[in-house]
């Protein structure tokens, strides 16, 4: 059962010695390498400073993106956009969609989400020729459950299955959210830091 759903309905008898015996044996802020890969994702992205909406419809994930813009007062705002789908599904909340890197935030989908760091994996799909560093400091990303593997090698794989003969170039992951400067270390020299908000669809 997906994590969102125990999330929304509960955890059932049977789940919890399991949970039980993850907690003893492991710290809380590290997520067990058996635990569902949804489970794992979530618990990573957070660690890693990202927020994400969950929503078990359309409906939910606009009302959601309505509780961001008004979060951040984006309304009547520029919104850079590289996809056409995306202005279609989020059309009517008064935004005007282009290009414009000086618009107050990106609104992209993603190749997959992985479990295991935390991190939004992207291409030239979402991303076309642009480093991250030129996209403006906030994005939203619009996934669904289903994006979730365990592993970068698992997505990448699945890029390659998708796309084949014709793979896409600019593959990367977003993985540091709100880091601040003091906490950045040799693994995010280099790194391009997002405040990143994450819209889950749950589609399985």
């Known amino acids: 059962m997906s994590l969102?759903?125990?999330?929304f309905k509960g955890t059932s008898k049977s789940d919890k010695p399991r949970a039980e015996k993850h907690q003893v044996e492991r710290s809380k802020y590290m997520p067990d390498v058996h635990t569902p890969a949804d489970e794992r994702f979530t618990k990573n992205f957070i660690?890693?400073?990202?927020r994400f909406l969950y929503a078990l419809n359309l409906e939910e994930v606009k009302e959601n993106f309505d509780n961001i813009l008004l979060e951040n007062d984006w309304y009547e705002q520029n919104v850079f956009c590289l996809d056409k789908h995306l202005e279609d599904t989020f059309k009517?909340?008064?935004l005007k969609f282009g290009q414009s890197k000086e618009a107050p935030f990106f609104?992209?989908?993603?190749e997959s989400l992985i479990?295991?760091?935390?991190s939004i994996l992207v291409s030239s799909h979402q991303l076309k020729?642009?480093?991250l560093h030129e996209f403006p400091q906030y994005m939203v990303v619009y996934a669904t459950t289903s994006q979730i593997v365990n592993s970068i090698g698992e997505?990448?794989?699945?890029?390659?299955?998708r796309n084949a003969g014709s793979i896409p170039t600019n593959i990367t992951t977003i993985k540091h959210f709100?880091?601040?400067?003091?906490e950045k270390d040799f693994m995010s020299y280099g790194s391009s830091t997002k405040n990143l908000y994450l819209l889950l669809l749950e589609d399985l």
Do not use: S, V
């Open 155 to 161: 997505g990448l794989r699945l890029i390659k299955n």
């Open 129 to 131: 020729e642009l480093k």
């Open 4 to 7: 969102f759903r125990k999330l």
């Open 115 to 118: 479990a295991d760091n935390g």
């Open 107 to 110: 609104i992209t989908t993603c």
């Open 178 to 182: 709100e880091t601040k400067e003091d």
């Open 47 to 50: 660690l890693n400073g990202g």
């Open 92 to 94: 009517g909340f008064n």
